[in-house]
C-alpha cells in the first residue's frame, strides 16, 4: 500500500509505528561505536498513473 495511501486510511491515525525510529537509533549507535555511515532511505513508489503502490527502504552499508 506505501505510506502515501495510508496516510489516507483512518486507521493510520490510530496505529503508530516505531519501526523507523528504532532502526534509525540502531544505525545511529551502529555509527558511532564503529565510526562508520550506515544511513536508511525510505523511497515511496509510484506506478506509471502515479498511484502509490508502495515503500522501499533501503539500507546503505559503504565498502571502503
Known sequence: ????????TKESDEHKSFGTNIT?????VINELYNSK????VVDLYDEA???IG???EIF???D
Not at 534509525?24 to 545511529?28: N, P, T, W
Open 50 to 52: 502515479g498511484n502509490a
Open 24 to 28: 534509525q537509533e540502531r544505525l545511529a
Open 38 to 41: 550506515l544511513s536508511e532511505k
Open 55 to 57: 515503500t522501499r527502504v
Open 1 to 8: 500500500m506505501g505510506r502515501v495511501k495510508a496516510g489516507e
Open 61 to 63: 552499508i559503504p565498502i
